[in-house]
């Protein structure tokens, strides 16, 4: 079975601190994402990359970075973190054609 | 804009009583329509991958089908295990990414 595994399951970080969302899948897929859950919003995508090196924005980049520099490694960036960003934040990946396996999630409080 | 919509927001059954969750969507070229299970503080868990209408899914007591403007994911005789949130998506365009809908909280009373 594909894994994702994401590095922490629960973070607090202070507000204006720069937070790192690690993320590492074994199964060599193309396509990588991370969105956010939120209460009564559902999933909201931030950011996708569909190789080493590329990145195209979601629905709601602001306050976000991503960085693929491996395949098997996406990591997302929060570069001053502000307590609107609390939130559960999942990554996913995904071969070309087929569905999304996800990690456990990251449930990050910022205060 | 793809738009994905699901109802009710909630439901409560009582164990063994059947009932079906809906999810209609608006896309331009529906490449596929994803079921999910999701339980509180956990990451998605792939259901069913839905490809054309009139195709159907089948595992254990959930059975998904689809139309060519909603999917339904019909629940047999549940149980209290199924208690989740239930999350449809749809694929579209050429990048690969998903649209959700904002889910199906289900709660089965023994």
């Known amino acids: 079975d594909v894994k994702v595994t994401q590095s922490s399951r629960y973070l607090v970080k202070r507000t204006g601190e720069k937070v790192f969302l690690e993320c590492v899948q074994d199964?060599?897929?193309?396509?990588m994402f991370w969105y956010r859950q939120d209460p009564g919003l559902g999933l909201r995508l931030i950011y996708f990359?569909?190789?080493?090196?590329?990145?195209e924005k979601g629905d709601i980049p602001e306050g976000y970075s991503v960085s693929r520099e491996k395949k098997e490694r996406f990591s997302l960036i929060l570069e001053s973190a502000s307590t609107n960003q609390t939130s559960m934040y999942l990554c996913?990946?995904?071969?070309?054609?087929?569905?999304?396996?996800f990690g456990s999630g990251t449930r990050l409080t910022v205060v | 804009e793809d738009q994905v919509t699901q109802s009710p927001e909630a439901l409560r059954l009582q164990e063994g009583e059947s009932s079906s969750l809906n999810c209609s969507y608006t896309?331009?070229?529906?490449?596929?329509l994803f079921w999910y299970r999701q339980d509180p503080g956990k990451g998605p868990e792939f259901l069913f991958t839905?490809?054309?209408a009139g195709e159907e899914k089948e595992k254990e007591r959930l059975k998904a089908t689809l139309t060519k403007k909603e999917s339904f994911l019909h629940i047999t005789a549940p149980k209290p295990e199924d208690s989740a949130t239930y999350l449809c998506?749809?694929?579209?365009?050429?990048?690969?990414?998903?649209?959700f809908g904002k889910g199906i909280t289900l709660s089965v009373r023994p």
């Open positions: 996913a990946s995904r071969p070309t054609g087929r569905g999304y396996t």
């Open positions: 998506a749809v694929l579209t365009g050429a990048n690969s990414k998903l649209t």
């Open positions: 990359s569909y190789d080493v090196k590329m990145k």
């Open positions: 199964m060599d897929h193309e396509n």
């Open positions: 839905l490809y054309s």
């Open positions: 896309v331009s070229g529906l490449r596929g």
